[in-house]
């Protein structure tokens, strides 16, 4: 197999993001200064990166907390519905927050304009259509101490 | 955020295979004509294709069996190590066969030209070095019912 075979494959891009919980239970949302919705800590997978680097990466730029580890929840599969071509999401859990570890959060004020941590029915209040779907699913996932696969959402 | 937006964005290849078993816990490998080792049933998500997706096509398409599902064994994120991009390969278990079900298996001759059911030992002496590590990940994930990430085989 020539480097061209590899080169010439089919390819799709990815997201990476991470949910967390204070002890009260509740989980945090992000506000993005680019979109109508709430989301979570995450962002774009980049070339020679894995997934779980990609979230520690983003989880750190985006707010401030070092994750040493991560472990994954859930893989949705996002069929290519809006003419942008088909994704796959990679959520995965970066822990219980401590009071101090929050207030250690940091975001930028441009790309990050707020953020909250929320009982999870507000959040799903909030939050984008494919996150209302996504985020339970987690956190039923985590839960279960399992890692779930589904596709758009189902 | 526009089309162009997100065609830019990086992507990474993926492939999806196959484990099957017998009913004697024996495990299906196949002989590709164009590798030195032998494989397991499966090749590259195409476009538009859920990893999933692929997976099924695949097994029909190199040993004939119709999949009606297959639940996620394992994600193994691989670096790009030989100069061919990184890549995300995804390993569902197609169950075990029974011996009608066996007997239903054909291959092209042509890209597989040979398949056997093996005992685990017996495989790994016989895979690709990727697959040595990865198969006995995907083994302990079936027995635990559980999914796992890792990467580079770790």
């Known amino acids: 197999m020539t480097n061209d075979y590899y080169k010439n494959l089919p390819k799709k891009r990815m997201g990476a ?34 997934p779980k680097d990609a979230c520690i990466r ?3 730029e985006e707010i401030g907390i070092n994750l040493k580890d991560a472990s994954l929840l859930c893989i949705d599969y996002c069929s290519n519905k809006e003419g942008n071509g088909d994704s796959l999401q990679f959520i995965f859990f970066g822990g219980v927050l401590t009071e101090k570890e929050i207030k250690e959060i940091k975001i930028d004020g441009k790309e990050l304009v707020d953020y909250r941590f929320v009982k999870v029915e507000e959040a799903l209040s909030l939050l984008s259509e494919k996150l209302k779907v996504r985020i339970p699913r987690c956190l039923e996932a985590l839960k279960n101490n399992a890692v779930v696969y589904f596709e758009n959402g189902k």
Do not use: Q, R, T
Not at 41 to 49: F, H, P
């Open 58 to 60: 983003e989880v750190k």
């Open 17 to 50: 993001g991470a949910i967390f919980l204070n002890e009260k239970d509740e989980i945090l949302i992000v506000k993005p200064s680019y979109k109508d919705f709430w989301s979570m800590a995450g962002g774009v997978v980049v070339e020679n990166e894995s």
